[in-house]
């Protein structure tokens, strides 16, 4: 039951931690009849089979015509998605996929305000579905999003109206990871764009992430080298957040194609400065790269939940970038000056073995153990006639019984409190959450009762010395996840 518990509380608290980015949903229109035909196409140097499901062409938003379409990935999912394309265009146009930022089952529709403004701009574009099966907060492969998107980008670049010779890619947040993978599996995507897009690790990248959200809300002392470090540490080294160490840099020294590198210059999600830098350094083609003042994370005018409009000049910048390198004006190089990035991401080493979640297991059970020893000892005692434990012991049994259970229900909850928004802990008394000062207020006492019962070892009964084993074990323990500093 103690390990059961020790892992439900790893899972829960580390599903709070992946890195996500906060997506509208809206209702996709319902298809009219519908004819499926297959279509061969090759991508990457092998042949896929893409089913093509089309509906009845309709008129949309400002004149653009949509199409229903399905594919199927590697594993043999079946995912839909949605074309958008001028109406009254003439020829063969650019052609753009969208890839998912994060989130499990995203459907084509999270994406459809950007598939809308840029077909505007004069391009077909596919907004897929994401996968479900094989990915979640806790489990996912960028190698198979990469495969996902590819697949999806073979349908695109088969239609009619696409010129295959300018179709490209486009990936938001976590897709800043997949695009380029998927970029440099083929030569049949002839550009990437992205938005948000992290030029470092995951672990480090969600890390700097909650650091923004605590800075924000104002919380201070040790409650956040909990939050901002060692607990990522802690699940990473569990296995608990997904693609924990990969680094992009290896991927972005490969692109040979064109790219357009978007941020907004207030994202708080993925460090923009420090991405902006590493994509300028490792991609040795054309990069451009452009920052848009005051503007967040997904480039959304009111916050991505809104839903509502995109960063005036986004679409246009896509849109004018996209029409110059399919229409053969290669861009040199160029960057917009660093935005102002207060906060400077760090490195997350992996954990020494005594950080591991296999010894912090070990030590929680250890500890409750010792702590709950001496109460039931006690109490058989009690009920054969014999005498009762010193305060002391009683007090360090009581607080440390009560103390480690509520450490590990305060970070559940902190954890699970963090959102795309956000952190919200509750009422703070000098930057310290209520619930954590009562924690440390109970290992304060763990650590005062276990001094004075320490003093009394030589004359100690068995239980009490059992006792007394786990407030010191607990010192370290303690120390390490800042229960015992300020």
């Known amino acids: 039951m103690k390990i059961t518990f020790g892992a439900a509380y790893l899972t829960l608290a580390l599903a709070a931690a992946a890195p996500s980015v906060m997506v509208p949903t809206t209702t996709a229109q319902a298809a009219a009849a519908k004819i499926s035909n297959t279509a061969a196409t090759k991508t990457a140097g092998a042949t896929t089979t893409a089913t093509t499901t089309t509906a009845a062409t309709t008129t949309g938003a400002a004149g653009l015509k949509t199409a229903d379409v399905s594919f199927r990935t590697g594993d043999g999912q079946t995912l839909g998605g949605r074309i958008f394309e001028p109406a009254n265009a003439t020829g063969r146009l650019p052609g753009l996929l969208l890839v998912h930022g994060s989130g499990q089952g995203n459907r084509w529709s999270e994406l459809q305000k950007e598939a809308e403004e840029f077909a505007k701009q004069g391009m077909v574009v596919l907004a897929p579905d994401k996968r479900s099966v094989g990915y979640s907060k806790m489990k996912r492969d960028y190698s198979q999003l990469a495969d996902d998107a590819l697949r999806a980008f073979a349908v695109l670049r088969d239609r009619p109206e696409v010129d295959p010779a300018k179709a490209g890619i486009w990936g938001l947040s976590e897709g800043g990871w997949v695009a380029p993978l998927a970029v440099t599996r083929t030569s049949d995507i002839k550009f990437m764009i992205t938005v948000g897009g992290p030029g470092l690790e995951p672990l480090r990248t969600q890390a700097w992430n909650m650091t923004n959200k605590v800075d924000r809300a104002g919380i201070r ?14 699940g990473a080294d569990a296995g608990l957040f997904p693609e924990a160490h990969y680094d992009p840099v290896p991927t972005l020294k490969k692109i040979r194609q064109p790219v357009l590198a978007l941020w907004g210059a207030e994202d708080n999600q993925v460090p923009p400065a420090e991405s902006a830098e590493i994509f300028r350094a490792t991609i040795p083609g054309s990069v451009t790269i452009r920052f848009f003042p005051g503007a967040p994370h997904a480039l959304w005018a009111g916050g991505r939940e809104r839903a509502d409009e995109l960063v005036p000049g986004y679409a246009e910048t896509v849109g004018s970038w996209v029409r110059d390198v399919t229409g053969g004006h290669l861009p040199a190089s160029s960057a917009d000056p660093l935005p102002a990035q207060p906060v400077r991401s760090v490195p997350l080493p992996e954990s020494a073995w005594w950080e591991g979640w296999q010894a912090q297991l070990l030590v929680l059970v250890l500890l409750v153990a010792a702590f709950m020893t001496y109460p039931v000892a006690a109490l058989v005692r009690r009920r054969r006639g014999g005498a009762g434990g010193s305060w002391p012991a009683r007090i360090l049994a009581a607080s440390g019984l009560v103390g480690v259970p509520l450490f590990i229900y305060a970070v559940v909850s902190m954890f699970g409190s963090a959102n795309g928004h956000g952190i919200d802990l509750g009422p703070l008394l000098a930057g310290r959450p209520i619930l954590w000062l009562v924690v440390q207020f109970l290992a304060f006492t763990t ?22 084993a786990g407030g010191v074990l607990f010192v370290p323990w303690a120390l390490y996840w800042g229960l015992l500093l300020p």
Do not use: H, K, M
């Not at 002392?221 to 802690?234: C, E, K, M, P």
């Open 221 to 234: 002392g040790s409650v956040q080298d909990l939050l901002n470090r060692n607990f990522y540490r802690f």
């Open 447 to 468: 650590l005062v009762t276990t001094a004075v019962a320490a003093t009394q070892w030589r004359t100690a009964r068995l239980r009490e010395r059992v006792l007394i």
